[in-house]
C-alpha cells in the first residue's frame, strides 16, 4: 500500500498546524516499525522530517510562497503531482483536499474561522483583517474542494462536524470525529496552595485568542487589592500588535517549551477565554491534569470538559464575568475535586489517525 500525505503549508514554528504534522509523522514512524509493507510519501515545503526506508520526502518550497500558488495545486496542478505517484490513499493535513486524485481520500479539517460563530470580523480593524480572509475567501475554497473532492473528512470535535454538515459540504456518514492525543499524566503533583493564586493562559497572540478580555479582568481584580499571578506565552511583539498594556499581576512569558506548559497547569488555574478553537488542547491537558479551569462558555469547551468538575464557565464577552470567577479562586472558595476516571466523548478513543488512514474505516463508537 502507498500513502501520500500533503501537508505543504506546514512549516517549523508555525504553531498548532506544524504540530499536526509532526505528530502524524511520529505515528507513522512508529507504524512503520510494524508495516514495512505500507509506503509513505510526504509531501512538504522544507527538508524538517527525515526519510527512512519506507517514507519518502519530497519537498515543494514554492507552492507555500503564495495563495495563488498554493489553490493552482488544489484546483489544477497537484492532481498530476500526485497521480504520478499512484497512491492507494492520499491524505491532506491542510483543510482542503485536492481534485482529481484516483484514490482513497482523507482531509484533515482542522480550520475553525469559516465555520465558527462567536465572532464578527471588521475589514475595518487592522488585526482582523486576516481572520476576515481566512473566513471567506479561505473558506470558501475549503468549502468547493471538499464538497468537490470526494472525500472523507477528519475533524476534532462535534462542533465541527455538525458545522460542516449545516453548510451541505458532504453527508454527516462521511465525516469522523478524531480529537487529537493529549498528554493523559504528569509528572507533577497538583498544588492547591499556589493554584488559586496563579493563572495561566498558553495562547498566540491573534486577535480571538480575547487576551483584551483577561487583562481588563486583570486590572479590575488589581484595583480591588488582590495580589496574584497571570502567566501567558505572548511575546512583546504580539502584545504591542494587539494594543495592550502591561500590568503588575501579567507576565508575558513569550513562547515556552513543552515541559514547562505541562508544569505550570501543576500550579497554576487555567484561564481559557479564547473565542475560536478547533478544539482546545490546554483544555484537555489541564483536564488530565485535574487543575482548576476556567474557561469561556464555548461550543468548544462545553464539549471538552463536559461533566469535569474542577471548572466553572464564564461570559467570554464579558470581563466582569471573568473578574468574578478569578475573584472566587483568589477568596479561596473553590476546591479541586478528585477526578473521575471516566473518559468523556472528547477523548480519543479511536486509537492513531494512522490506523483510521489505513483502516479506512469510519466509527463513532
Known amino acids: 500500500m502507498r500513502i501520500v500525505v500533503n501537508d ?15 505528530d502524524f509523522y511520529n505515528e507513522v514512524l512508529n507504524y512503520s516499525k510494524l508495516h514495512k509493507d505500507v509506503e509513505w510519501i510526504f509531501l512538504v515545503s522544507g527538508k524538517f522530517l527525515k526519510e527512512t526506508d519506507n517514507i519518502k520526502i519530497i519537498c515543494f518550497p ?15 496542478n497537484g492532481k498530476k503531482i500526485i497521480n504520478s505517484l499512484k497512491p492507494d490513499v492520499y491524505l491532506s493535513l491542510q483543510n482542503t483536499m485536492t481534485l482529481g486524485v484516483n484514490a482513497k481520500k482523507w482531509t484533515y479539517l482542522h480550520q475553525p474561522l469559516p465555520y465558527q460563530k462567536e465572532m464578527k470580523f471588521s475589514i475595518f480593524k487592522r488585526l482582523e483583517r486576516k481572520m476576515l480572509f481566512y473566513k ?10 471538499l464538497s468537490h473532492g470526494d472525500t472523507k473528512i477528519i475533524v476534532q470535535t462535534s462542533w ?77 511583539d504580539e502584545l504591542k500588535n494587539l494594543g495592550l498594556k502591561s500590568i ?15 508544569r505550570r497547569y501543576s500550579e497554576s488555574t487555567l484561564v481559557f477565554p479564547s473565542l475560536i478553537e478547533t478544539y482546545g488542547l490546554p483544555l484537555q491537558e489541564a483536564k488530565n491534569a485535574g487543575t482548576f479551569i476556567l ?45 473521575s476516571n471516566e473518559k468523556s466523548h472528547s477523548e480519543n478513543t479511536k486509537g492513531s489517525l494512522v490506523n483510521l488512514i489505513t483502516d479506512g474505516v469510519i466509527s463513532d463508537e
Open 295 to 339: 474557561a469561556g462558555d464555548t461550543s468548544f469547551s462545553n464539549e471538552i470538559l463536559e461533566s469535569y468538575p474542577n471548572k466553572d464557565l464564564f461570559d467570554p464577552y464579558r470581563f466582569e464575568d471573568l473578574a468574578d470567577k478569578m475573584r472566587l479562586c483568589l477568596e479561596g472558595k473553590v476546591k479541586i475535586i478528585q477526578k
Open 136 to 145: 471567506y475567501i479561505v473558506g470558501s475554497v475549503i468549502n468547493y474542494t
Open 248 to 262: 503588575n499581576s501579567i507576565h508575558v512569558l513569550g513562547r515556552v517549551d513543552r515541559q514547562e506548559v505541562l
Open 62 to 76: 514554492e507552492i507555500k510562497k503564495s495563495h495563488l500558488k498554493r489553490l493552482l495545486f488544489e484546483l489544477l
Open 8 to 22: 505543504i503549508v506546514a512549516v517549523p514554528n508555525s504553531g498548532g498546524v506544524y504540530s499536526i504534522l509532526t
Open 160 to 236: 465541527m462536524k455538525d458545522a460542516v454538515v449545516e453548510k451541505n459540504i458532504t453527508t454527516e456518514e462521511n465525516i469522523v470525529v478524531f480529537p487529537p492525543k493529549a498528554v493523559s499524566h504528569l509528572n507533577f503533583s497538583v498544588h492547591e496552595e499556589k493554584i488559586f493564586n496563579n493563572f495561566f493562559y498558553p495562547a498566540t497572540g491573534m486577535v480571538y485568542k480575547n487576551h483584551a478580555l483577561l487583562f481588563k479582568a486583570a486590572k479590575m481584580l488589581e484595583d480591588e487589592g488582590f495580589k496574584f499571578n497571570i502567566y501567558c506565552t505572548l511575546t512583546p
